[in-house]
């Protein structure tokens, strides 16, 4: 299964193209709509004013409710745009974001209005193709889930057990230890008082993928493959599996997950290896971190330059932004996991 | 430019298949041996007594000294093997060690001799690939530096400027801080005397990509193809950019990194985002960290299973072991940013 | 470059996604139409009678008239449909056309209206996105063209120089001899009067394409590319290059290209190897002729079977057919060849 | 599984890499010697004088006799080389060979002894792949056939069934009618004599691929993949499936294959189509015919340049060449197709 987004956040459609999906499928578009309700903008003042519609249309891979095994293209029309907002960002490129870089890598004709290709809008549709994917492995009994490990340095509790993730994506603001998440969104607004943005990360387990999916080579190995489909995900910074980077702190026999048997099935009692050991998924979930960067678009003044002139100029952006991404990006971290797990499945 | 590596640790030979290198390149055999000299176990206690003659043979793809376009083939034969050492291994997986995931991927068939194709000598033909693309590379005035950043929670003083990495590649413990290097020294020798072992980090940049290569799409965006040639080396289990998990803890005030036009030219002030926006390249150095865990292989007991009983068993691993593979791994992971930094450029 | 064709014959929409597509290409809408227009069933008799409208719309990767780098998303709508025509085949395969496999390859899936995805009118998006191949090979002075060399085994004239090809396309029946234009068009009407149907051959040229791309392995010889390109195409049953099929009989006297000096360049005398040696370019145009067998959907009365019952039936196709898709496929040959002449110049 | 053919003509070692083979395989190399002594030159007169033995040596991937799913490393040694006789034709490209092209596209640093890397001899290493892709369809009861069909214009019998092509591997020139083969091996006989060299064909079926596997969509079908791995055996100039370019010459009413029910089974009548319709297998054989040009190597002077003074040169090959390499070729067909099965079947 390969997938292919489109689309920019002014345009007329973003949308994405899903090849191989296996056929029979019977499409649960109120789960799909279900996961892009998660991504949508909240109304509690975390996130941007900005109103999106994101209804599903698929053009084409479904008939009489199931996949053909036909590309299934699903198309989310745009609407609710302010692009006069951004003209003043077109030869201004926003510190940090795509802008600069995306001039020049599409020399000079990038669609600047509200990130255009670039805009965290194209997650959408990586949510509706990763509702695709988590209800194929819906079917072998795999499920992902996960929560808000941090935001601005304030962490969420330490994950006891993958079973705490499995009912947390019903809630709006997921994290295990509710005060802290109340902790959390306290900053989230404290900066967006201050006209500024925080980041934070999200720790997500994709559980049970059998063991023995993988291999340690270039290309084929687990960590190697999820990680593709995590850092396509705008503003992820670092991906770490298991103990992650704590690893670099730790001696093996703490690092070390042993053996036991449990039910009669070989499993290890502890999970700093995030379920892959030489590339290869040994049984135990899949457990991984991203770390996502503050949002960019701030509105405090920053430093730019003219990209027509040449000179350093100081920029302020208008319109509506997120003060913080993590929260919404919950569901498109899953939908990205869940895409990477079907490939390690051979869907 | 894409590799294939092959082999076994205690196999008749090792190597790798370069398929796609550019024609007419004078294929440097000595800086070869170089890289393949810094990934050597040294003499100074910290590595494996394992005596490894990594001598690279060429079998296809080169003509009089040059590169022919044509698939190139280097090997390198194995020796000093201790076979025996591994017979008691077969059934019972080292904790960690892909071991248990490779036996039931292999459904059994697994070579468990020395690691067999998961072995960390598998890296040598990395490196010898590795040593191909900084010389496509260096053609294009791009280089790879790194610095051994963390051991056992013993960091390195913090990178002030790349052109610092530039010479480090000759230093047989490559860091900017050479007290702190003795310390972790100090660390590694302690885990060793314990029968334990240690991880850490490498911090690596890549100097000299042009702006706007890549894209923000999946398969095509630069974290991702960075990423995924990371992953594919042993005991790396975290990759972040710029600022990578710190930035979890920021706010876009500090996170952004201003524009400033320096010697004509539009540069950012700082390099938190790792020279890469939206997927793209910015023209900053390419700036990247990764953690190692500690080698899986300790001499302290360890609980494993006997797989052929589905009993628990005490496990003592027999043979040499790098207490850390962290120095090792160096030029390693400078090979693999090569590739990638080959893949980005559509080498 | 990359292209992913979606929908279906029934279905809202059809479309393309084209990733990796140069920015900054202006593109030209009007050409695209022409070439689609090359394709629309034509009022004179010899194709199917339903009228396609198709307007492409683009949904992404375009601004302000050119391209930007960004999946290009061509979408055409659907209209015209008489969808109940094809009630009756729903569980009874038309022999030869896709609908058997396609029921079995969707386990019962199959939208089996028109075609569906398996219909000849998936090939109107791949001629748009053949337009954007063609206008970035007519930058680099390459072109395509192609002449029908034979329907129902009327051969046209032998191609002699492949200039003749060059304003080929502006004819509705696109041959070098007129008079045996004729004989084909005969040739169709009378099978359509019958009840049956007639196949054909076409003949291509890409010229201007530089010697030394490709290579002689697997993935990268030129033939290899064209030929997965060519078989994408519906009906097409054999793919040639050069003298093709006639190197059967031929000794190396008569099938080797000698050399010669013109105008400074290094030419071949005749063109036997269709511009490929060793799965590489030599220079030459690279010349290839495809068979395309007779349309599958005939009114005339067939064996079938009934996939519920398992029993054998007699088939009679209702709805409107093309008595010979060739004359209507040239374009599509053309684009499917302008592709892959993109992919062979890392386009 | 992907397979990577590396080696020179002349260089000291020609293999093939083969990546994703499933693990547990009890690889037989008595099978895999026997079809490279089908492609060994024979002592009949018919073949080059070249004595090669093709002893295959298995440098990784295999342990107590079975695959363990790591690469697969196969490797021949070379021997018996005149590489003196190639001094001449360094600069001076023989007609119709790949000498030019690859002379271009390694700009200058061709390998041009004995063919190098375009060399007949690398069909030595496609054949071992050949052999472990013919193992694994054997698990699943499939089988690769093929005779000569034509050579010189002389063809073989009309193929009436699968079934005769069973046993052919076992002659040392597979032909259905041996009086007719008679008449071939006069005619390359004649052409040797004469200095000269001829053509042919092969037909090739693959029979016990079940109905439903590919899809019509590039990349994915089924004639698409095939005719990838074909085109990618030197000298292969065509690649048709079913009546192929006899479709040209037919009516629907004849070309179409009528259902019937056989043993309870949906079956066609007759195979026109090759066992392929939209893309997809339709469980029927999957037959097709490739036409190998004559050998370009040809004792007879020819018309050549020198590529250092652009001057029109006559050119006579010295060496010992192959009058006719259909015969040998028949074994490297069939490696070639069952490789493509492999991917077809999704291994």
Not at 26 to 52: F, I, V, W
Request: glycine share 12%.
């Amino acid at each position: 299964m390969k997938y292919t987004i489109f689309g920019e956040s002014h345009g007329s459609a973003i949308g994405v193209v899903l090849e191989g999906v296996p056929p029979g499928l019977a499409l649960d578009m109120t789960a799909m709509a279900g996961q892009l309700a998660r991504r949508a903008p909240g109304k509690d003042g975390l996130s941007t004013a900005r109103r999106e519609a994101d209804e599903v249309h698929v053009l084409s891979g479904l008939f009489e409710g199931k996949t053909t095994g036909a590309p299934l293209c699903l198309v989310i029309q745009n609407s609710d745009q302010h692009s006069t907002d951004y003209e003043a960002l077109r030869y201004t490129p926003r510190p940090s974001h795509g802008d600069y870089a995306g001039f020049i890598q599409s020399k000079g004709n990038l669609d600047y209005r509200g990130g255009g290709h670039f805009s965290g809008r194209l997650t959408a549709p990586l949510v509706a193709a990763g509702a695709v994917a988590r209800q194929l492995l819906a079917e072998k009994n795999i499920w992902v889930g996960s929560h808000i490990s941090a935001i601005y340095g304030i962490s969420d509790a330490a994950l006891d057990g993958v079973e705490a993730l499995r009912t947390l994506a019903d809630k709006p603001f997921p994290v295990l230890d509710d005060g802290r998440g109340e902790e959390m969104r306290a900053a989230i607004l404290e900066a967006k008082n201050d006209g500024d943005s925080v980041g934070g990360s999200i720790e997500c387990a994709v559980v049970g993928l059998p063991a023995g999916l993988g291999a340690p080579d270039f290309g084929r190995n687990v960590e190697g493959i999820f990680s593709q489909y995590l850092f396509a995900v705008p503003a992820v910074k670092a991906v770490s599996f298991g103990a992650g980077v704590a690893l670099s702190y730790m001696r093996g026999t703490e690092a070390n997950d042993p053996f036991e048997i449990k039910d009669g099935k070989v499993v290890t009692k502890t999970n700093h290896a995030g379920g892959v050991n030489g590339g290869i998924t040994n049984g135990m979930p899949v457990l991984f971190e991203v770390t996502l960067r503050p949002t960019p678009s701030i509105a405090l003044p920053q430093e730019s330059v003219d990209l027509r002139t040449g000179e350093e100029v100081e920029l302020e952006i208008k319109g509506r932004h997120d003060p913080c991404v993590v929260h919404r990006a919950v569901p498109v971290i899953e939908a990205a996991a869940a895409l990477a797990a079907c490939e390690v499945l051979g869907i």
